[in-house]
């Protein structure tokens, strides 16, 4: 599930830029449906086509650049690299030409709709996987200039040949067995219709619902539904029933999605959210045009994405069975259903609005009772670090960062650098330039040298956003803060900021069946020397982490081995299951909250399988730690 939630994050670049695509496309078809085709109706179109008509492209440098391990320049060129060789070798003229086909007519149609959002993504994800795989590889010294991040576009150029000659197999077979399930579905009526509209929607990601379209909306099977409605061709109150049912959805439907979706995001994400589902809900409304609002959940929130598909199908089962008709040249929103109106093939078009109102109402208390009660992972929802506020926090974390790299012997003597749950994990060029004093002054709590070129800087629950600057000053990204910026945020902060004042015994629930034992037996000196804080350790006979005490989700590592919590009083505690148990990779752990919740004591936060983390040569003792304790004392009830 965790990379279908990536996956939906990654989406939400370019759909973000959607919105104004449609808008700008269904005025210009608006416009040349009353006064003609003219400039205006021209410029508009064209604006909007530019994105719209290119959306495969959009999502395959997308998707490479967000699902890639480091959001790099070099991934989402490689994901354009991987969709120009597959739409291209895959194209009807160059499948003519490997074909001997006599015309590009001659040439399966299924070619036609290779461009599609399943072929955008398919090429963002090879590109994000060559990427990771080759962006480090080493060539001989003959052909040094193509090691590292140069041979991933050459790399991944590679692999979308192979992929392209497996779909030059694969796609024509699925797209004319979709065809043919479409012709099957005629005889059935209403009912057919319903199926219809339900694999319409449940095959936009593959870009195979055109399969299903050209055999109820245009002449593949003598329907020519769409055609026929706005040619005037068809028979009064018979054409127009495989689209009238898509009216109600996407101009009503899908904007009570929205709604739904932004009430249930968390508070400190509502802002952003609605940027995305206020225009994402119009563009739908207005225009018809759905993937802004369907992208941007089915990826983050699959099984909700059924539901729609669902709820569309009934929609054009209902139509179908009900007195009215309705056709569209663009799509089913505002500006066809408004043109069509008074289309002599139209049939009692006032009773789509009220069926909208209806499905207005449906779609916003099925998708808010089922975002609540599963917590699905809709915009606004998604496991994520915690905010930073402000430019002031984004300018200390930008100071300690520039102060921790100079006590780390300069930007150039870090090889590598990495972060856990609250500590910094680095290679070192020479470990004698570190000094340990300067970073424990820039705002850390402790350093430790494992052995060999290794280091690492205890921080605490905000590490990503140090990781993060200094990441950005290694990459000369961002400009590093003067001397006296710097040093006015470390004094400001002072070594482990975010101290709180701590009792001399804090006792709070403990988090985890098992035997408590003392901190020092923990086979890890960071947590074993109290660098971290002081705490317990228990050696675990349960399976799930419970909130020891009322208080918020601070933190969340991504492989969900570890959690922090920041209690009602101010302290901030971390369970961490396991040790070294990052190098899992998520394996064996499961979270059952998001950054953010409130939680009250006793609730359920993670569960992992112990088994799994003995198979993989681990300890699973689980440190318990008050990171801004202090000299505090930590007892468990």
């Known amino acids: 599930m965790k990379f279908f939630q990536r996956l939906g994050k990654s989406l939400m670049l370019p759909i973000a830029v959607l919105p104004v695509a449609a808008i700008l496309s269904g005025v210009g078809y608006w416009i040349s449906s009353v006064a003609g085709e003219n400039v205006a109706s021209a410029f508009f179109a064209a604006a909007g086509g530019a994105l719209l008509d290119n959306l495969p492209l959009l999502f395959a440098i997308g998707v490479s650049f967000g699902m890639a391990s480091k959001s790099d320049g070099t991934a989402a060129l490689a994901g354009l690299v991987s969709f120009l060789v597959i739409a291209r070798l895959l194209s009807p003229e160059t499948v003519a030409g490997l ?98 509209g339900f694999f319409n929607r449940l095959l936009i990601p593959t870009g195979l619902h055109h399969a299903l379209n050209s055999v109820f909306w245009f002449d593949v099977a003598g329907i020519n539904d769409l055609g026929n409605f706005l040619n005037n061709t068809g028979v009064h109150g018979v054409t127009g029933q495989y689209m009238t049912g898509f009216f109600p959805i996407m101009m009503f439907g899908l904007p009570g999605a929205a709604l739904a979706m932004y009430l249930t995001a968390k508070t400190t994400r509502r802002k952003v959210t609605a940027g995305i589902l206020i225009s994402a809900a119009f563009a739908s409304f207005f225009v018809g045009v759905t993937e802004p609002i369907e992208f941007a959940f089915m990826f983050l929130a699959p099984w909700l994405y059924v539901v729609h598909a669902a709820f569309t199908g009934i929609s054009l089962a209902i139509s179908a069975l009900l007195p009215t008709r309705m056709g569209f040249g663009f799509s089913g929103g505002f500006i066809d259903l408004l043109l069509n109106w008074v289309n002599p093939m139209a049939q009692n078009p006032w009773m789509i609005l009220v069926m909208g109102v209806v499905w207005f109402a449906i779609y916003f208390v099925v998708f808010y009772f089922l975002i609540k009660r599963f917590n699905l992972k809709t915009p606004g929802r998604e496991d994520e670090e915690v905010a930073v506020e402000g430019a002031a926090g984004s300018s200390k974390f930008l100071a300690q960062a520039s102060a921790i790299l100079d006590g780390l012997g300069g930007p150039r003597n870090v090889l590598d650098l990495d972060n856990c749950a609250t500590r910094l994990r680095m290679e070192i060029d020479d470990v004698s330039k570190v000094d340990d004093a300067a970073i424990r002054r820039a705002g850390a709590a402790g350093v430790m040298k494992p052995g060999g070129h290794s280091v690492q800087v205890v ?70 020397e109290g660098v971290m804080g002081p705490g317990v350790a228990i050696e675990p006979s349960g399976d799930t982490v419970v909130a020891p005490a009322d208080g918020t989700v601070a933190h969340i590592f991504p492989t969900g081995h570890a959690i922090a919590m920041r209690l009602s009083d101010g302290t901030e505690l971390l369970v961490h299951v396991g040790i070294d148990t990052v190098r899992m990779d998520g394996k064996g752990f499961e979270t059952l909250v998001a950054v953010g919740d409130e939680v009250t004591e006793g609730t359920p936060l993670l569960r992992f399988d112990v088994g799994a983390i003995r198979a993989a040569g681990l300890d699973p003792v689980t440190p318990v730690i008050l990171l801004n304790g202090g000299d505090a004392e930590l007892r468990l009830r």
């Open 459 to 528: 921080y605490g629950l905000e590490v990503q956003f140090v990781k993060d600057a200094m990441e950005d000053l290694i990459a000369g990204r961002v400009e590093a803060p003067s001397t006296s910026e710097v040093e006015a945020v470390v004094e400001a902060t002072g070594p482990a900021a975010g101290g709180v004042a701590t009792a001399a015994v804090i006792t709070v629930r403990q988090p985890l069946a098992g035997r408590v034992v003392p901190l020092a037996g923990v086979p890890d000196a960071t947590f074993a």
């Open 99 to 196: 074909t001997g086909a006599a015309d590009v007519a001659a040439v399966n149609p299924a070619f036609s709709n290779i461009e599609n959002a399943f072929i955008g993504i398919l090429s963002g994800l090879i590109g994000a996987f060559c990427y990771d795989r080759f962006k480090d590889v080493q060539l001989p010294t003959a052909l040094s200039f193509f090691s590292g991040k140069r041979s991933v576009a050459i790399v991944t150029a590679g692999v979308s040949l192979v992929i392209a000659l497996v779909l030059f197999f694969v796609w024509p077979v699925v797209y004319s067995g979709l065809v043919g399930f479409g012709e099957l579905l005629l005889g059935m009526g209403p009912i057919g219709a319903g199926i219809y």
